[in-house]
């Protein structure tokens, strides 16, 4: 159906042309017979108007859109005859057939009656405007439907089309959180009661609440809260006794008449430590096990050893000793021939010496003078001996002990002195 201007609708797009409005107000179907539009002023047969719900301006043409129901059709009719209306430019209160589209009843569209279903139809129809530029049309509001479209669109929107708050919906006492944030509030409950279907969260939570503290206490409590006896464990009496034959496992303490040990070490002997049993090497002497009483191992000089195990470690201990051991230290001299408090003779070690032994590599002239033996402390002697001569100071030595060094002199000469030229004396000092 293409739908041509009538007089009327010919006179008003010229004065829309020269700046005038052209406003649509309905449409009319009918099943009438065809007329020629230009002398048309009306349907032959109108059957339904129906309000638009909808314009679209383009270039030349506009679209109109009209929805309607049969639900007031008794008859049903094939739409031949379709009037477009506008607002008469000399009277606004009144309306112009504006355009006009007649159809073959052979290829027209039916509109069935009210009784055989009730349907909610879409009339569209392209009309000329040419070059007019105010181009309306009356809509009405309780005629607009969405287009498919329109409403795929709008039932997917998720966020809140029609701006609906929570109040409105009965949630405004509901916090905005997720499940697993929500924060609920309750106080413990005071007596110990199962939930029941249909109670408010607060007094749940309480409940459990008041559960859980319960159980915490209870697994703490190791009092035997349930006073459960031996005998219901299949558990020995807190006072019994066993033979020696039902051992069959464990290991025997000291205090039971048995080692306390599993393993021994090849090669030890048992001990008795007091407390117990221990295991000791064999040293060649037994010594009880205590405090600072050596019982196994090295025995220290502080304890009277040697604190070495070997010879050589022994003689190497002996020789490099500072304190502690004793010090053997030997050597030689060759005498230079002087002698009295202006020639003194000297040696110096590495700690005081504590006994010095001085002798000849042969006869000197005064046999009976060669070399001495002193103390540390004494001051005098005979040469030869350790004793001061008390008959006179004849073959005298004299002795000066001081720190690592000890010097003597003789005021008589220098084979007493243990000084003759060139002769080699061998010493032997224990520091």
Known sequence: MGPKLTASGKNLLLRALAGETITFTKIQLGNGTAQDPAEATGLTNPIITVELSKIVVGTEYVTLTAQFSNSSITSGFHITEAGFFAKDPDD???????????EDESSADYVPDKGNRILEMQFDA???????????AAISSSLVYASKEDFDKHTADKNNPHSVTKQQVGLGKVP????????????EATTLANIVSGEKASTLFGKIKLA??????????RSNPHNTTAAQVGAAAKSHTHNAQDINAG???????????????????????GSGIDTISWCGALYS?????PWSGTLPVAYGGTGCTSLTALATALATADSGLCKIVTGSYIGTGGYGTYNKKSLTFSAPPKLLVVMTSSNTTGGSQGGFIALRGISSSRGGGIMDD???PQFQLYYTWEGNTV????????????????????????L
């Open 407 to 430: 010097t003597w002199y003789s005021p008589n000469n220098e084979y007493s002195q243990q000084n003759n030229n060139g002769m080699t004396y061998y010493y032997f000092a224990i």
């Open 251 to 273: 290991t025997l303490s000291v205090l039971r008449g048995g080692t306390g040990r599993t393993t021994f070490p090849s090669g030890q002997m048992l001990c008795g430590t």
């Open 92 to 102: 606004s209160t009144k309306e112009i057939l504006y355009a006009l589209g007649n």
């Open 212 to 221: 859980i503290s319960k159980l915490i206490d209870h697994l703490n409590n």
């Open 390 to 392: 008390v008959a006179g």
């Open 176 to 187: 905005n959180l997720a499940p697993s944030d929500q924060v609920p509030t309750f106080t």
């Open 289 to 293: 096990k205590g405090i600072n009483n």
């Open 126 to 136: 392209l009309i000329f405007i040419g070059d007019a530029e105010n181009v309306s």
